[in-house]
């Protein structure tokens, strides 16, 4: 499907959140048109006018909002105050400062989509709808499916070899830690080289045949710097979620009104462990009604 076609956003703005943050956001399609937000992924990705060809220009109002620290919004890569609660509750500082009523839709990808099911938990009254790809819900296992020896690894050894060899080997027990340990570091070239390697492992299992081409975005230095340090960054502090947190049954009841479809790739090497389990558990075990797949 080619997407739609948009033309420049009628609307661009920063919002000042918290005592560091201000955050950037564009307005695209119709003003008076069905209020839908674009979460991106990370953390640590940022918008672009790229993400709008998902919605008919003439039927929605697409907001597109770089997170704290990411693309647009300053300051770059500004850890203080940089927690998911602080990001689910911008979404609705930014719902208030526009002035809409209710969100028609949250479209979340990968990380996108732990922020759209975390609001939706939140603010369960302020949202009609979820529309949810590669869905992320920050548990352990997904993690150490992602980072750890038992999962991607065993499916892509060559690129989990490359990715553990930037480690002394007494720190490859933990290569969140270590690699975070090098992203917060004061040795620039030091910082850099870890995050070309934490970036060039993500990169390397984003699907079953790798597209080569791809690796160019690590030469980006300041996209490669912040993409990699606030991945890290989250993970190492456990997104600042309890375990299992979005998927407990008394959470997901608060969402059990809302019209959620999932879309889950098969073949996605990179969230291929809660895939399976938000079938098998939430779809199979109907834990949340609403929920289309």
């Given at each position: 499907?080619?997407?739609?076609?948009?033309?420049?956003?009628?609307?661009?703005?920063?919002?000042?959140?918290?005592?560091i943050?201000?955050?950037?956001?564009?307005?695209?399609?119709?003003?008076?048109?069905?209020?839908?937000?674009f979460?991106h992924?990370?953390?640590?990705?940022?918008?672009?006018?790229?993400?709008?060809?998902?919605?008919n220009?003439?039927?929605?109002?697409?907001?597109?909002?770089?997170q704290?620290?990411?693309?647009?919004?300053?300051?770059?890569?500004?850890?203080?105050?940089?927690?998911?609660?602080?990001?689910?509750?911008?979404?609705?500082?930014?719902?208030?400062?526009?002035?809409?009523?209710?969100?028609?839709l949250?479209?979340g990808?990968?990380?996108?989509?732990?922020?759209?099911?975390?609001?939706?938990?939140?603010?369960?009254?302020k949202?009609?709808?979820?529309?949810?790809?590669?869905?992320?819900?920050t548990?352990?296992?997904?993690?150490?499916?992602?980072?750890?020896a038992?999962?991607a690894a065993?499916?892509?050894?060559?690129?989990?070899?490359?990715?553990?060899?930037?480690?002394?080997?007494?720190?490859?027990?933990?290569?969140?830690?270590?690699y975070?340990?090098r992203?917060?570091?004061?040795?620039?070239?030091?910082?850099?080289?870890?995050?070309?390697?934490?970036?060039?492992?993500?990169?390397?299992?984003?699907?079953?045949?790798?597209?080569?081409?791809?690796?160019?975005?690590?030469?980006d230095?300041?996209?490669?710097?912040?993409?990699?340090?606030?991945e890290?960054?989250y993970?190492?502090?456990?997104?600042?979620?309890?375990?299992?947190?979005?998927?407990?049954?008394?959470?997901?009841?608060r969402?059990?009104?809302?019209?959620?479809?999932?879309?889950q790739?098969?073949?996605?090497?990179?969230?291929?462990?809660?895939?399976?389990?938000?079938?098998?558990?939430?779809?199979?075990?109907?834990?949340?009604?609403?929920?289309?797949?």
């Amino acid at each position: 499907m080619a997407g739609y076609m948009h033309t420049d956003p009628f609307d661009t703005g920063t919002l000042a959140v918290g005592t560091i943050h201000h955050l950037y956001y564009e307005q695209y399609g119709n003003p008076d048109g069905k209020p839908v937000i674009f979460l991106h992924g990370g953390p640590g990705g940022k918008t672009s006018k790229n993400n709008t060809t998902y919605f008919n220009p003439s039927i929605y109002r697409v907001i597109l909002l770089d997170q704290r620290g990411t693309g647009k919004s300053q300051p770059q890569t500004e850890l203080r105050e940089n927690t998911t609660p602080d990001l689910v509750t911008d979404i609705e500082t930014l719902r208030i400062h526009l002035q809409i009523p209710k969100w028609h839709l949250l479209f979340g990808g990968s990380w996108g989509s732990t922020l759209a099911l975390l609001y939706a938990q939140s603010h369960p009254d302020k949202v009609n709808a979820l529309l949810l790809r590669g869905v992320f819900t920050t548990r352990d296992a997904e993690v150490s499916w992602s980072r750890g020896a038992l999962g991607a690894a065993n499916i892509f050894p060559e690129a989990w070899e490359v990715f553990l060899s930037f480690l002394p080997v007494q720190e490859r027990g933990d290569p969140v830690a270590a690699y975070y340990k090098r992203l917060t570091g004061d040795d620039y070239a030091v910082r850099l080289a870890a995050a070309k390697e934490w970036n060039r492992w993500d990169m390397s299992i984003g699907s079953l045949r790798v597209d080569e081409s791809g690796f160019l975005a690590l030469e980006d230095e300041e996209w490669s710097l912040a993409h990699a340090l606030m991945e890290a960054h989250y993970a190492v502090h456990h997104f600042w979620l309890d375990e299992g947190q979005i998927l407990k049954s008394e959470n997901l009841e608060r969402m059990r009104h809302l019209s959620v479809t999932i879309v889950q790739g098969r073949y996605d090497m990179m969230l291929d462990i809660v895939g399976r389990y938000v079938y098998n558990e939430v779809v199979v075990g109907n834990l949340g009604r609403g929920l289309n797949y």
